[in-house]
């Protein structure tokens, strides 16, 4: 308990099965390589006594099934009916409930748990590749906001804004900041998605969702509430193709396997490089607008 009592400015979470360290263990290593030591990492990990070794003086690993396990078992139990089992990398994320109610079962217990200022949840695909300042960290972290964060709500285009299956938030990186006078109601619109079975209300049921239905009720009572860490930039990788892509690089889904995100090295890269990635990126783009325009039936 003495862990949890100690004060943070900065704190750090992330969540993965340990069996997955081979595809996941970058994100653990580049946090202790690259982040300030002035921010810790708690890591909730699934059979955490297989890592215990990689902890360090700024990552801290927890046993997944002790913190969380008896909700995430719950949650499964109550809806195994509803097909929510696939834990494949590059599955249907709108059926994945159950993969992804570990990841907020896991920011919850640090939301609810620990004493910190400002709370990032690294997705455990996210490479951090240069190192950061404390100063940097603190440019991410706004006092005023309730959280930052990449949403592409600019996808909505014409559509309600509160119709959560469209442009949703890139939840690969999230800050919250505890002193928000709306932070503990955010909390439990977005435990209620998975306490109270919510998120099956919605058209697909991934965390992006609950991140935004949580986030969304909020901005219609508070000031403040989110801040677009994308600075403007419109992309569906928005981490990457931000001026933070300088830092960290999201492998999410397939990229993972290649090491890299063509989207960063076309945003951030040099020379060859980024031509390569460039011309590489606009024909699968190019590819699947054709794909899309024959299955419409524009193209024959």
């Not at 909730?44 to 990689?54: D, G, P, Q, R, T």
């Not at 499964?76 to 409930?97: C, H, L, M, P, Y």
């Not at 403007?232 to 928005?238: A, D, F, L, R, V």
């Not at 090295?265 to 699968?284: E, N, V, Y």
């Amino acid at each position: 308990m003495s862990e949890k009592r100690e004060y943070y400015k900065h704190l750090v979470v992330i969540t993965f099965p340990a069996e997955k360290v081979s595809d996941y263990g970058f994100a653990l290593q580049s946090f202790i390589e690259n982040w300030p030591k002035e921010v810790k990492c708690v890591a909730l990990v699934e059979n955490a006594n297989k890592l215990k070794n990689l902890e360090a003086d700024n990552l801290t690993i927890l046993d997944f099934d002790e913190c969380v396990g008896f909700d995430v078992l719950n949650f499964e139990s109550r809806n195994a009916w509803r097909g929510i089992s696939d834990f494949s990398t590059v599955g249907d994320i709108t059926k994945q409930a159950a993969k992804f109610a570990r990841k907020v079962f896991a920011q919850l217990y640090v939301l609810e748990n620990y004493n910190f200022d400002f709370l990032h949840y690294i997705d455990s695909d996210l490479q951090t590749v240069h190192k950061l300042t404390i100063e940097e960290v603190s440019t991410y972290a706004v006092s005023d906001s309730l959280v930052s964060c990449f949403p592409r709500w600019w996808l909505k285009e014409k559509v309600n804004l509160c119709d959560l299956h469209i442009g949703f938030t890139e939840t690969g990186y999230i800050i919250w900041n505890k002193n928000h006078p709306a932070f503990l109601e955010w909390i439990e619109h977005y435990k209620s998605c998975y306490l109270d079975d919510k998120i099956f209300d919605f058209k697909q049921w991934h965390d992006c969702i609950a991140f935004d239905y949580a986030t969304l009720v909020c901005e219609n009572k508070y000031s403040n509430v989110t801040r677009d860490l994308s600075n403007g930039i419109k992309s569906k990788h928005p981490i990457v193709e931000s001026c933070m892509g300088k830092y960290f690089d999201h492998m999410k889904g397939s990229r993972k396997f290649k090491g890299r995100s063509l989207e960063r090295t076309r945003a951030h890269g040099q020379g060859f490089d980024k031509l390569f990635s460039t011309i590489i990126l606009f024909t699968l783009e190019k590819a699947k607008t054709f794909k899309h325009m024959v299955k419409l039936g524009v193209i024959k």
